[in-house]
Nanobody
Framework: EVQLQASGGGLVQAGGSLRLSCAVSGLTFGNSAIAWFRQAPGKEREGIACIVSDNDDTVYSDSVKGRFTIASDNPKNTVYLQMNSLKPEDTAVYYC????????????????WGQGTLVTVSS
């Protein structure tokens, strides 16, 4: 059974930083696409970052490029999302997702999803 456990959300002031974690079990971690999505109230779920660690393959959405960094710790089967220079518009529920493919992508057709973690950025 594939399981993803996201954590690390919270309240932060604009300009601050947070690091989210996603612990993954039940699939071949290094050769799978692990992604972060977010969904703000009234908006569609948006893919923002993805990594396939065995290929050193990453992709970012334009909305977070240069501010967020996705990284993996293979021995711990954990993917991190380091979020810097946070803005109020980054406020959303953040989800991690996994797919049994070895290329990065930000489309929503991922087969496995974790529960969300709320990030709130105050102005």
């Amino acid at each position: 059974e594939v399981q993803l456990q996201a954590s690390g959300g919270g309240l932060v002031q604009a300009g601050g930083s947070l690091r989210l974690s996603c612990a993954v079990s039940g699939l071949t971690f290094g050769n799978s696409a692990i992604a972060w999505f977010r969904q703000a109230p009234g908006k569609e779920r948006e893919g923002i970052a993805c990594i396939v660690s065995d290929n050193d393959d990453t992709v970012y959405s334009d909305s977070v490029k240069g501010r967020f960094t996705i990284a993996s710790d293979n021995p711990k089967n954990t993917v991190y999302l380091q979020m810097n220079s946070l803005k109020p518009e980054d406020t959303a529920v953040y989800y991690c997702a996994a797919a049994d493919v070895n290329y990065s992508r930000l489309t929503r057709d991922y087969g496995y999803w974790g529960q969300g973690t709320l990030v709130t950025v105050s102005s």
